[in-house]
């Protein structure tokens, strides 16, 4: 019984070891940058600022410093050019959502363009939030490495009130968030404009959630508007 007992601990502890030498993949919030970006090139020129070219080059000039400190073991400096990639991707979403509110009495810009524009932004406000919460949460990806489980944080998952049995029993044993979970944290509120399994805990969490449902209601009010003067 000790034996048995003994092993049971050493395994626990090895499976510790193992979830704190396997960081969460970095690839997911790549793409995000990449894919935000993007949709800021596929809006027209009314509602972009300076050369289509200029945005989509400052995202790339920050974002590349950021993933070779990041696998040259430069945690703080990769965390420095994330953190500014974030802040150039808000800016970009709230210049562009600016222009397009601006751009709705003039009806210089037709409508089917300002409705694709708007669906764009409303995506892009997914993935930039989404890698707001990812950034922030619990000191962001580099701290959460540093743990053998995610206990505490911003928001509340469900496998944070799970315990250590039922989480090994459901194959969650040494869970912790990746980007994905915070992706799906920003889906849903955008579209319920509120948390829905995962509550915020912290007051900076909550006014993130506040304002990404602000700007998200905002872009759907554009939406059902312009929809309604087509009709």
Known sequence: MILAKNRLEKLVIMEEVAQQTNP???WPAFIAVLA???????????LTFGPRWLFPSVILALLIPTVISHHTGRSRLSAIF????SVALTLGLIISLILLISALPAHKTAP????VSAASLWATNILVFA????????GGPHQRDKRARHSNGAFLFPQMMMSEK???EAGQHGWSPNFFDYLFLAFNTNTAFSPTDTPALTRWSKGLMMLQSLLSLLIIALLAARAVNIL
């Open 24 to 26: 969460e993949p970095r």
């Open 166 to 168: 039922a989480l090994r």
């Open 112 to 115: 089917e363009t300002l409705l």
């Open 131 to 138: 890698l707001w919460y990812w950034r922030l949460d619990a």
């Open 82 to 85: 994330g953190f500014a990639v």
């Open 36 to 46: 935000g970006g993007g949709l800021y090139t596929a809006l027209p020129a009314a």
